[in-house]
């Protein structure tokens, strides 16, 4: 079956076949971490709804290597190589339907740093980033570039665990992650919203251990006392629609 008719296990129907690129993920680490709601309100929209999962939000970082862009219409190869990317989000709702919002994208890609962050409306970062795999173990670090007050860095190590399953509906595991659009903002206070599309995630248990992070201190987020949670998947292609005024 298609990626694009492969929908059923979607909250909402696809808005229109007319997505313009498709993407390719892979060896993705999710770590996310507890968080009231009260904590991230002010760094979101007013307009959205913070998502929560028995009232409780969650923050996350998700570490990932960016393996093809391919845009609609053109050959079946990669207009860049591949490149790591990490990123900050959490999870709103507006209008009833459930997205992930962005806090922050580091990327060590110049074209997804100067054009997507334009496009899209997100808060993409230029970062130094490495991932590198020595065995089942994965090795990341993450320095941004150009910081004004203080060097802003991620680095860690994870190890998925063998057993791979698809998290069942009504979970913690589903919750976090199968999400099929991004809600933005402009500095008018518009609001944005970007379909996504993918099968469902193949997730593995992980363990890992990040050495350093600073990547909340930004938003005064202080989570260094609260036991995050980790999972991993080798990844799923994706279908990108263009980003379009919600409000």
Same mark, same amino acid.
């Given at each position: ?21 498709? @993407?390719?993920?892979? =060896? $993705? ?73 962005? $806090? ?56 998925? $665990? ?60 202080? +989570?260094?006392?609260? @036991? ?10 994706? +279908?990108?629609? =263009? ?5």
């Amino acid at each position: 079956m298609k990626l694009i008719n492969d929908t059923a296990h979607r909250p909402f129907l696809l808005t229109s076949e007319n997505w313009i690129m498709r @993407q390719t993920w892979r =060896n $993705l680490l999710f770590v996310h971490w507890p968080i009231s709601p009260e904590t991230i309100r002010e760094h979101i929209h007013p307009s959205l709804q913070i998502d929560t999962f028995n009232g409780v939000a969650w923050l996350g970082i998700v570490v990932f290597e960016l393996e093809g862009i391919y845009p609609r219409g053109f050959p079946p190869i990669s207009i860049l190589p591949p490149f790591p990317e990490i990123n900050v989000r959490t999870y709103v709702q507006y209008n009833g339907k459930p997205g992930v919002y962005f $806090l922050s994208l580091d990327v060590s890609d110049w074209a997804s740093y100067t054009l997507a962050k334009r496009w899209f409306h997100l808060p993409y970062h230029s970062a130094n980033i490495s991932i590198k795999q020595k065995d089942l173990s994965f090795h990341f670090e993450s320095i941004r570039k150009k910081s004004k007050i203080y060097p802003i860095l991620c680095k860690g190590t994870f190890s998925p $665990l063998p057993e791979v399953y698809f998290p069942k509906e009504g979970t913690l595991d589903h919750w976090l992650t199968e999400r099929y659009c991004l809600f933005s903002t402009n500095n008018k206070g518009r609001i944005f919203c970007g379909e996504i599309h993918h099968r469902p995630w193949p997730l593995q248990k992980a363990n890992s251990e990040i050495y350093k992070n600073n990547l909340f201190s930004p938003f005064k987020i202080d +989570l260094s006392g609260v @036991q995050p949670i980790s999972h991993f998947s080798k990844g799923v292609d994706s +279908l990108i629609w =263009n980003i379009r005024k919600a409000y």
